[in-house]
T-cell receptor
Framework: AQSVTQLDSQVPVFEEAPVELRCNYS??????LFWYVQYPNQGLQLLLK??????LVESINGFEAEFNKSQTSFHLRKPSVHISDTAEYFCAVSDSRTGGFKTIFGAGTRLFVKA | DTEVTQTPKHLVMGMTNKKSLKCEQHMGHRAMYWYKQKAKKPPELMFV???????INESVPSRFSPECPNSSLLNLHLHALQPEDSALYLC?????????????FGPGTRLLVL
C-alpha cells in the first residue's frame, strides 16, 4: 500500500532564509508525486508535481522539488521564503492501480515564516 | 476557468436535519471528489465519481449520500449527522488521466454539527 511521510509537522523559518520540507513515500509501483499548499480557510492548491521525465520540478513562485527514486523522497525547497509563504504544505502520491483517483496525502507541514 | 465553487461556505446543522453541500466546476473534468478534512489533518478521501458514476466509496457511513447529477455538478446529501462529522468538506475535480490528473480543489464548506 502507498503511504506518505512528512517528517516535520512544523517548520519555523525567518524571512529570506532557505527552507526544505521533507517528504518520503512508499509504493511498490511507479508513482506520481504532488505538493499542495493550503492557506488558512482555503482549499488546497497544486504547487508542483512529478509525473515523469526530469526529476527536478519547479513552481512559478520559486519552489522546487526533486524526485529521488533511490531514497523514495520528494523534498520541497525554496531558496528564500516570504511571509506570504506561511501555509500548510501537503505532499501527496497517487498511482494508476485504483484508476488513478486515489491520492494519499501526508500529514502536512506547517511552514511559519517570521519577520 | 479553473475554479471549483462550493456552497454554502459555512453550515450549522442539528443532528436531525437534512442538508446538502453543492460543488460545481466548468473545466470539463470528468472526475469529481469529496474529501473530509478535520482541523490540522490532511484531507481524507470520501467518494470519487468518474463519468458521473461512483467509482470509489471509502467506506463512508450512509448518513453521507453523494450524487452526481451531471458532469459539472456534485452534491453531498447529509442526514442524521453526528458532532464528530464537523469538519471542512472539500470538493475537487480532475481530468480522468490515470492518476496523473491534477486535482483542483474548491474552498470547502465548513460544517458544524450540533
Amino acid at each position: 500500500a502507498q503511504s506518505v511521510t512528512q517528517l516535520d509537522s512544523q517548520v519555523p523559518v525567518f524571512e529570506e532564509a532557505p527552507v526544505e520540507l521533507r517528504c518520503n513515500y512508499s509504493s511498490s509501483v511507479s508513482v506520481y508525486l504532488f505538493w499542495y499548499v493550503q492557506y488558512p480557510n482555503q482549499g488546497l492548491q497544486l504547487l508542483l508535481k512529478y509525473l515523469s521525465g526530469s526529476t527536478l520540478v519547479e513552481s512559478i513562485n520559486g519552489f522546487e522539488a526533486e524526485f529521488n527514486k533511490s531514497q523514495t523522497s520528494f523534498h520541497l525547497r525554496k531558496p528564500s521564503v516570504h511571509i506570504s509563504d506561511t501555509a500548510e504544505y501537503f505532499c501527496a502520491v497517487s498511482d494508476s492501480r485504483t484508476g488513478g483517483f486515489k491520492t494519499i496525502f501526508g500529514a502536512g507541514t506547517r511552514l511559519f515564516v517570521k519577520a | 476557468d479553473t475554479e471549483v465553487t462550493q456552497t454554502p461556505k459555512h453550515l450549522v446543522m442539528g443532528m436531525t436535519n437534512k442538508k446538502s453541500l453543492k460543488c460545481e466546476q466548468h473545466m470539463g473534468h470528468r472526475a469529481m471528489y469529496w474529501y473530509k478534512q478535520k482541523a490540522k489533518k490532511p484531507p481524507e478521501l470520501m467518494f470519487v465519481y468518474s463519468y458521473e458514476k461512483l467509482s470509489i466509496n471509502e467506506s463512508v457511513p450512509s448518513r453521507f449520500s453523494p450524487e452526481c447529477p451531471n458532469s459539472s455538478l456534485l452534491n453531498l446529501h447529509l442526514h442524521a449527522l453526528q458532532p464528530e462529522d464537523s469538519a471542512l468538506y472539500l470538493c475537487a475535480s480532475s481530468q480522468v488521466t490515470s492518476g496523473k490528473g491534477t486535482q483542483y480543489f474548491g474552498p470547502g464548506t465548513r460544517l458544524l454539527v450540533l
